[in-house]
């Protein structure tokens, strides 16, 4: 059941809590002063930053085979940014090169004459067997020889080039003699590289339509020579790496007088290098050429969205906007202090370099850019203890930029399109949504891309089940609630952004599908249910929830997986910011899983004492199996029990347990002076991949859905028929916009 317009007064909250058994904590001041939060580089202003070149220009990059690690550096007004990749140990001399003509080079290897490449930009790839050419003792080299935009191989010995172009053409010809280091490049910008040599610091290339020989001098002895187009203009130009650091890169062999340098360390054990970056300075550095194209066509179907301002005036609300400018703080200040410090400067960080999991490092610096948003777009913050409305905006910015660029639709090799990804993407997505207004048009292109590419892959994928129809578990021991409940946040953010999208139907389609199965109960195979113009009853091929609204999760009745219900609000609510209508399959069964926390009763035995409700007094949480996650999470909950204090049925008394569980949440964090909400240890909370970033999610979840219940517009309810939705795995949509299956 939902109820948009339900109101209740303080009075009746305050009432209500108290009669509950939960008490009503004292006002407490805010903590003691924590750090200053570092300044962030400057970044692009909406109005004034571009998208993308025509022409790709080279940029300064470093490897090691022996180490597997490949490092590139891009240049940008705003402050330079370095991308790792990690590869497996391979023997051999390092290269890059654009294997296959996207725009961006990525790493290879020649090992005794078999080559290795992966077209993996960012992250960490396998090695794959790219050609068997040349022998041991040959000097590997790359170039487009032929034309057509992907990397042609070639050998040098002692002046004698072998060359090899991608339709396996080969031709020998000499340049240069023994003793020569060998250089390739597009020495006259006619899109055709062409070989040259370095004898000490002479450099030696031949003249455009064989005229002969360009000799010139550049450089010194002892440096390494490089080449590469440093400036975009379709001429490569010559370049050396000189003490291992210092780099001097001149425009062209006709200008060699004219240098640019910069000091890009080349570690021990690692090869100056040449990578390629297809867009502007100062852009994604890994993007593609086509991830550019794409971008900048979808982000101008983007709508922005409705903001309706939080408020303080609901029980609760005090403490959670207190908790979320605290939070907010500690949570800049590990950032820019400790965690990525070292990255602070940096326009794109690469975060799939700052952890040992993508989870880790993509979900917690989305949830981080997602309280910074809210707080930003929806509450009056202008300065506190030091940390500014712009530095907040800043931040936001600087992860949502980064987390975008590093995603498989702008991004070789990034994260995405795979397990939780719709839920990460739809984090930082929507909190580029939010600031759209306040976005460059490169952080725009890629936040567009990235909601799109997560929307498709989730449509794709389309429900999972639990049980079957006949009650046999598919996935023993844990429901496909969550994943299912998340995947549809992917679909449900593109449906809102992009109003009028040719993908809209297929969006629609797969949300409704998925929030059907989602928190589907065996009830609803016999209950008759109709919802959007679909027989539940007849269509559904299995459940996930429990018939009391339960969900299993790790072997057990697990709340905090039943409080993935949010995921259905969640996504009602972006639909709203979307100005969109909400279909009424989102609100199914919600109110029941909401009371499987709230009103549902585990006796004991045979579940754990003390039995009762998951919903205990004091704003704790009961387990009666067993817990999963930590023993003391209110954070976890706030946010759901917000989302039903706007949507579940009054008797569910969402307020009250909201206001208990936003109390305790604070309580917690005001043990200590870091902003921090959970004490060290696995007890309280053991999640261990940015646990106090997931609690302030859900605390920044929390104050959003409130400004919705108290200043939002009203909502529309889409009861429309669908009947052509699906609720087996396997979207696709047809030429004509309906929908198929694969």
Request: net charge neutral; with cysteine; aromatic share 10%.
């Amino acid at each position: 059941m939902y109820r948009p317009s339900a109101r209740r007064s303080l009075v009746g909250a305050v009432t209500l809590l108290v009669a509950l058994g939960l008490s009503i904590p004292a006002s407490t001041a805010a903590p003691d002063r924590i750090n200053k939060a570092p300044s962030l580089p400057a970044l692009p202003t909406p109005d004034r930053a571009e998208l993308g070149v025509d022409t790709a220009r080279s940029i300064p990059a470093a490897g090691s085979s022996a180490q597997g690690m490949w490092i590139t550096l891009s240049q940008g007004a705003a402050g330079n940014s370095r991308t790792r990749i990690k590869m497996p140990v391979l023997e051999g001399s390092p290269l890059m090169a654009d294997w296959n003509g996207d725009g961006v080079a990525t790493p290879g290897v020649f090992s005794g004459g078999q080559w290795f490449i992966t077209n993996a930009a960012i992250g960490r790839s396998t090695w794959e067997g790219f050609a068997s050419f040349g022998s041991v003792g040959d000097i590997p080299l790359t170039g487009n020889r032929d034309g057509d935009g992907k990397a042609d191989i070639a050998t040098f010995r002692e002046g004698i080039w072998n060359w090899r172009d991608s339709t396996g053409a080969q031709e020998t010809f000499q340049f240069g003699e023994a003793g020569d280091i060998p250089v390739v490049g597009d020495w006259n910008g006619d899109g055709v590289d062409e070989p040259g040599v370095v004898r000490g610091s002479t450099w030696i290339v031949p003249r455009p339509n064989g005229q002969g020989t360009r000799t010139f001098s550049f450089g010194a002895s002892g440096d390494t020579p490089i080449a590469g187009d440093w400036d975009g203009d379709g001429k490569d130009g010559p370049g050396v790496v000189r003490g291992s650091q210092r780099w001097f890169l001149a425009k062209s062999v006709t200008r060699p007088d004219q240098v640019d340098s910069l000091v890009f360390k080349v570690e021990e054990g690692e090869s100056a290098l040449v990578g390629l970056q297809s867009s502007a300075p100062g852009a994604c550095p890994t993007a593609t050429s086509e991830a550019e194209r794409f971008g900048k066509v979808e982000q101008r179907k983007v709508r922005a969205p409705l903001l309706p301002q939080g408020t303080r005036r609901i029980p609760g609300y005090q403490e959670i906007n207190a908790t979320l400018r605290d939070g907010m703080r500690g949570v800049m200040v590990t950032d820019l202090t400790n965690r990525l410090r070292s990255r602070s400067m940096m326009s794109y960080y690469d975060p799939l370099s700052t952890e040992r999991s993508r989870e880790e490092s993509i979900r917690r610096s989305a949830n981080a850019a997602f309280s910074a948003a809210v707080l930003y777009s929806t509450s009056s913050y202008v300065k506190d203890n030091r940390i500014t409305r712009q530095m907040l905006l800043d931040f936001a910015r600087w992860h949502i930029r980064s987390i975008a660029c590093a995603h498989g639709a702008i991004s070789p090799g990034g994260w995405g399109n795979g397990w939780q990804s719709s839920l990460w993407a739809v984090v930082a997505g929507q909190a580029g949504w939010m600031l759209w207004d306040q976005l460059s048009l490169q952080e725009r292109a890629y936040v567009a891309a990235m909601v799109y590419s997560e929307a498709e892959y989730a449509a794709l994928r389309g429900p999972q089940y639990f049980r079957d129809r006949v009650g046999i578990e598919l996935t023993p021991g844990n429901s496909k609630s969550d994943e299912v409940s998340w995947d549809l946040l992917g679909p449900a953010l593109a449906y809102a952004m992009f109003p009028g999208h040719e993908r809209e139907a297929k969006w629609r389609d797969s949300m409704i599908a998925m929030a059907i199965a989602a928190f589907a109960r065996p009830g609803n195979l016999g209950d008759n249910t109709f919802v959007n113009g679909i027989s539940v009853s007849v269509r559904l091929p299995g459940t996930n929830a429990n018939e009391d609204g339960t969900v299993t999760n790790h072997g057990i009745v697990n709340p905090d997986y039943t409080q993935n219900v949010q995921h259905l609000w969640w996504a009602a609510t972006l639909l709203r910011a979307g100005r969109q209508a909400v279909p009424e399959s989102l609100f199914l069964n919600a109110d029941i899983v909401y009371r499987a926390l709230a009103v549902v009763n585990f006796e004991s035995p045979p579940y754990a004492p003390p039995g009762g409700t998951v919903y205990a007094p004091g704003g704790q949480i009961y387990y009666p199996m067993g817990v999963s996650w930590g023993i003391r999470r209110p954070a976890t909950f706030v946010g759901v029990d917000s989302f039903a204090n706007v949507y579940a049925a009054p008797d569910t008394n969402a307020g009250a347990f909201l206001a208990a569980h936003a109390y305790d949440t604070r309580a917690l964090q005001l043990r200590f002076k870091t902003g921090q909400i959970y004490a060290p240890g696995r007890e309280e909370e053991s999640y261990r991949l940015g646990k106090e970033e997931y609690a302030l999610q859900q605390v920044a979840l929390a104050w959003w859905a409130g400004a919705w219940k108290e200043n939002g517009r009203s909502m529309q309810v889409d009861r429309s028929a669908y009947p052509w939705v699906r609720l087996h795995t396997g979207y696709e949509l047809d030429e004509v916009g309906g929908t198929t299956w694969n």
